[in-house]
């Protein structure tokens, strides 16, 4: 008897292990490791998806397994070192093996069912009143097809029936998510074809003869027969009854990018090509990840896709991975420029289908490449050799669903498992990748100079505060009002950024103070004068704005702050002849907005681009000679002991946007608090001072790279529950730590309440990884029985 051992797409705790099944005679030729399969689970038997991890035969035995029902595809196999990385991320991440599974396999397949059944006998004294019920639908003679959701019986009564031998059931499988196939038509029979050109009667279809014959066709799409010749489908069809042509269908692809103009390939400057000679030696030598610190536009691109074709050519595979879907189509645009049809593309914004079709080009050897965001580490790409993570430091590739993975920590574990080369590129690392490189882990390459021969950008930073001293109250200090003036007339471009999106970050009554705030969360409402609402940004809530303070009914409430739709709005009042877009996530909604807006201004179609973070960097505009940044403060001081890490990243990198052609580049950057650190040397962009004040700030405080910080979020909608559930989970826990690991909390979340949902955390510092599973199981047990969830964090980016 072959056993498989399948991991069930479930993500509960309760059923965090493989379970058995018997393969049937018809599949045992075909059942492979890593294969998905569609199964009977639970008690009712419901088919549900399926991987499986392991196969082993057994003597036949007493216990009765239940068989496999069926493969869904047996083409996609999901490769050996990629369940090696699920039971790693498992462990790690402290997340059941099936939420490690479904987060590496491609989207999904939804498996419906049809269900038909039919009497088998008459006796009914056996069936309840409900059973009866049921059976005076059905029919004796045919299967007739049954809706659950229409009739008063659950699909385990109908098993229970069928194992009484009462009904006879048929269930079949469905998968939501298909191959894309189109129509064609060849000629099949010259011979034929010939003989229905004598006839004089059947003009349409003589027409559509003398098409193939007289342009030598040997097939062509039906649907551009149609629109070519204007003929009929019947007419077709009539052809193929009398065995002239044959219609027939071939599987496509869904277009996932257009068509790219060739990049041509750049001979690498001096510094770019030691680099590229170091990262190879140092590779060859047994360093698997190299870290290359640029500054802005110093051409770390250009060294990735030298590195891609080096390994390209020797027939391995390369993973190219970019922060933000913004940043895609200009990656694409090159990726795809040079290797054409050998790059597939992944990341959140295509559909299902499109990422189905991706997936199986990477999984057939087609796709070489793999150019995508976060979760594009996992793409099962043919003989795997390269990762490239741009703009490392970034946060987006940390995942806050589960399993909470940091995508840097899976790359380096998943070229581990194949003897492969992990690049990182950033002009602003993360403290945790350069502490890497001061211990010896990580190879380093620095590149402190631009690659086209232009100088960093020129940078100002004004104190707000004295613009309030001189009367000026404006968005726009007077500095970056005259240096967008300016560069207008001189036909240059400019970058605003702004880090909050909507018009303005909350309404307020100056009277009493009172804040407009969402009724199921704990946050202040932002307002959108697009829509003339206030907008919760965390649950979707919309209301209008009150005329009088809800609160002491006085008229004197009015919007304060500023988000990116105010910052349009005054652009366009200030100067009425700029053409202005907005990029954020209100205006790249829609599929391919992103791309359509980035190729507007990258062909000077507007003049002014403002924008949140995903314009802050990896954008390369020639002609952008001015930044300006508007309020450089916004993450400076949220409780967060990265939040001077962040904001440093942030200004260097969107400063970098400025002066990447020929003509020299000005950066402004607005704050309250010109004199911090983070700020000052942002200005200068300088990494390596920041980084010596900031991890010895990191060694005083005990915070990473020298320990570990785990968080733990408890959520409930019943406050008192989770407060006294919280409570005891920390005296259980602090019982099984430590005496030097330090819990902080539980306390109220920053944001205590979200979707009418309380929020508590707590945090424990220090190196963890010998007492989670502890923690863990402690945690599971207080909350099984309640109302209260929870999430494992470890090494969080966010804190809120």
């Known amino acids: 008897m072959i056993i498989a051992s399948v991991c069930i797409d479930n993500?509960?705790?309760?059923?965090?292990?493989?379970?058995?099944?018997s393969v049937p005679d018809s599949l045992k030729e075909s059942i492979k490791i890593g294969m998905r399969v569609i199964v009977p689970f639970g008690a009712s038997n419901k088919l549900i998806?399926?991987?499986?991890?392991?196969?082993?035969?057994?003597?036949?035995?007493?216990?009765k397994y239940k068989e496999i029902y069926d493969i869904i595809d047996e083409e996609f196999i999901l490769p050996q070192d990629l369940i090696k990385l699920a039971y790693f991320m498992k462990k790690k991440y402290v997340c059941t093996l099936s939420e490690a599974i479904y987060s590496i396999l491609p989207p999904k397949m939804g498996i419906s069912e049809c269900i038909e059944a039919k009497i088998i006998t008459e006796d009914c004294s056996i069936c309840s009143k409900k059973e009866k019920q049921f059976l005076s639908m059905l029919n004796k003679d045919k299967y007739l097809k049954i809706d659950l959701k229409s009739i008063n019986i659950k699909r385990a009564d109908l098993i229970s029936m069928r194992n009484r031998g009462i009904i006879d059931l048929k269930i079949e499988t469905k998968q939501n998510l298909n191959k894309k196939t189109v129509q064609l038509v060849r000629l099949k029979d010259n011979k034929k074809a010939i003989e229905l050109l004598n006839n004089k009667k059947l003009k349409q279809q003589r027409n559509i003869i003398e098409y193939f014959l007289n342009n030598n066709i040997n097939e062509i799409l039906l649907s551009q027969l149609i629109d070519i010749l204007g003929c009929s489908r019947v007419t077709i069809k009539s052809l193929e009854e009398k065995g002239v042509i044959e219609i027939f269908e071939r599987e496509v692809y869904r277009e996932v990018a257009t068509e790219y103009a060739n990049y041509p390939k750049h001979i690498l400057s001096h510094i770019q090509r030691k680099a590229f000679e170091s990262i190879l030696n140092e590779y060859r030598e047994g360093r698997r990840v190299s870290l290359i610190r640029g500054v802005t536009g110093c051409g770390k691109t250009e060294i990735y896709l030298n590195l891609v074709e080096y390994f390209i050519n020797l027939n391995y595979g390369a993973i190219v991975l970019v922060p933000e879907i913004s940043l895609t189509p200009q990656t694409v645009e090159r990726f795809k420029g040079r290797f054409k049809d050998k790059v597939a593309i992944?990341?959140?914004?295509?559909?299902d289908g499109e990422r189905?079709?991706?997936?199986?080009?990477?999984?057939?050897?087609?796709?070489?490449?793999?150019?995508?965001?976060?979760?594009?580490?996992?793409a099962p790409v043919e003989n795997l050799k390269l990762i490239i993570i741009d703009e490392e430091h970034e946060y987006s590739y940390k995942s806050e669903q589960n399993p909470k993975y940091l995508t840097r920590e899976v790359a380096e574990q998943r070229v581990n498992l194949i003897d492969g080369?992990?690049?990182?590129?950033?002009?602003t690392p993360s403290i945790e990748s350069y502490y890497n490189v001061s211990r010896g882990i990580y190879n380093l390459i620095e590149i402190d100079e631009r690659v086209s021969g232009s100088t960093l950008p020129d940078v100002h930073i004004v104190d707000m505060r004295q613009e309030l001293i001189t009367g000026n109250r404006s968005i726009f200090s007077r500095e970056l009002y005259s240096s967008i003036e300016e560069n207008l007339k001189n036909n240059k471009q400019t970058i605003l950024f702004l880090n909050r999106r909507g018009y303005s970050t909350f309404v307020s009554c100056r009277e009493c103070g009172y804040v407009c705030k969402c009724s199921n969360c704990d946050v202040a409402m932002t307002y959108h004068?697009?829509?003339?609402?206030?907008?919760?940004?965390?649950?979707?809530?919309?209301?209008h704005i009150p005329k009088l303070c809800p609160k002491c009914k006085s008229k004197y409430i009015k919007h304060f702050g500023a988000g990116t739709e105010k910052i349009e709005q005054e652009v366009k009042r200030l100067f009425p002849s700029a053409r202005v877009i907005r990029m954020d996530m209100d205006t790249t909604r829609k599929k391919g907005e992103h791309e359509r807006l980035y190729r507007l201004f990258k062909e000077h179609k507007a003049d002014i681009l403002i924008g949140t973070q995903m314009i802050s960097k990896g954008m390369d505009f020639k002609n952008v000679t001015l930044v300006g940044v508007v309020a450089a403060d916004t993450m400076?001081?949220?409780?967060?002991?990265?939040?001077?890490?962040?904001?440093?990243?942030?200004?260097?990198?969107?400063?970098?946007?400025a002066g990447r052609g020929y003509d020299k580049g000005k950066v402004v950057i607005q704050t309250y608090e010109p004199e911090h650190y983070s700020i000052q040397l942002a200005a200068t962009q300088n990494y390596n001072e920041f980084y010596k004040k900031e991890i010895e700030i990191r060694r005083f405080l005990n915070n990473p790279p020298f320990t570990d910080l785990t968080y733990f979020l408890f959520t409930s909608n019943n406050e008192e529950e989770l407060i006294k559930i919280c409570k005891e989970i920390e005296q259980e826990v602090k019982r099984v730590i430590p005496s030097d690991f330090t819990i902080l909390g539980p306390t109220p979340n920053f944001i205590s309440k979200i979707k009418n949902t309380f929020r508590w955390n707590m945090m424990i510092k220090g190196c963890i990884v010998d007492y989670i599973d502890i923690i863990d199981k402690i945690i599971y047990d207080k909350t099984r029985a309640t109302s209260v969830k929870y999430s494992i964090d470890l090494n969080p980016y966010s804190l809120i």
């Not at 992944?346 to 559909?351: D, M, V």
């Not at 004068?529 to 209301?543: A, F, P």
């Open 11 to 21: 993500p509960s705790k309760e059923i965090d292990r493989l379970f058995d099944y």
């Open 49 to 63: 998806q399926g991987v499986v991890l392991e196969i082993n035969e057994k003597s036949e035995e007493e216990i």
């Open 346 to 351: 992944l990341h959140s914004r295509l559909s």
């Open 356 to 378: 189905y079709d991706e997936w199986r080009r990477i999984s057939r050897g087609e796709a070489k490449i793999v150019v995508g965001a976060r979760s594009a580490v996992f």
């Open 421 to 427: 080369l992990l690049v990182l590129g950033s002009a």
């Open 529 to 543: 004068i697009s829509t003339n609402t206030l907008e919760c940004h965390y649950c979707g809530q919309t209301m």
């Open 636 to 657: 400076l001081n949220l409780p967060d002991f990265r939040a001077a890490e962040r904001t440093f990243q942030l200004l260097v990198q969107v400063a970098g946007r």
